[in-house]
């Protein structure tokens, strides 16, 4: 199983940048998709999530309107478009693959990208 997440980088504040993270080793479409960030000194959090059909999106309060996530199924990635970054966005951004039934889980972790966000 891997999950590669890749387009992080420098962005100033106010800019846009759209992470990616490409899976394989599973059946991708089975899996809901999230990226979780954690920022220097701080827990890791969740960002956002998609159930597998991308039918349903889930983002925390304060990514709303300028987080996106989505999903290609037939290309087994996952996105996650941030625009409006602000510098407390700064963080290392994960991906994350959870597959559930009943009190069956699987949960399978990137290993992350650096998103920094300084003038």
């Known amino acids: 199983v891997q999950l590669v997440e890749s387009g992080g980088g420098l962005v100033q504040p106010g800019g846009s940048m759209r992470l990616s993270c490409a899976a394989s080793?599973?059946?991708?479409?089975?899996?809901?998709m999230s990226w979780y960030r954690q920022a220097p000194g701080k827990e890791r959090e969740l960002v956002a999530s998609i159930l597998s059909r991308g039918d349903s999106t889930n983002y925390e309060d304060s990514m709303k309107g300028r987080f996106t996530i989505s999903r290609d199924n037939a290309k087994n990635t996952v996105y996650l478009q941030m625009n409006s970054l602000k510098p407390e966005d700064t963080a290392v951004y994960y991906c994350?693959?959870?597959?559930?039934?009943?009190?069956?889980?699987?949960?399978?972790w990137g290993q992350g990208t650096q998103v920094t966000v300084s003038a």
């Open positions: 994350n693959a959870q597959y559930r039934r009943n009190f069956y889980v699987e949960n399978y």
């Open positions: 080793g599973f059946t991708f479409s089975r899996y809901a």
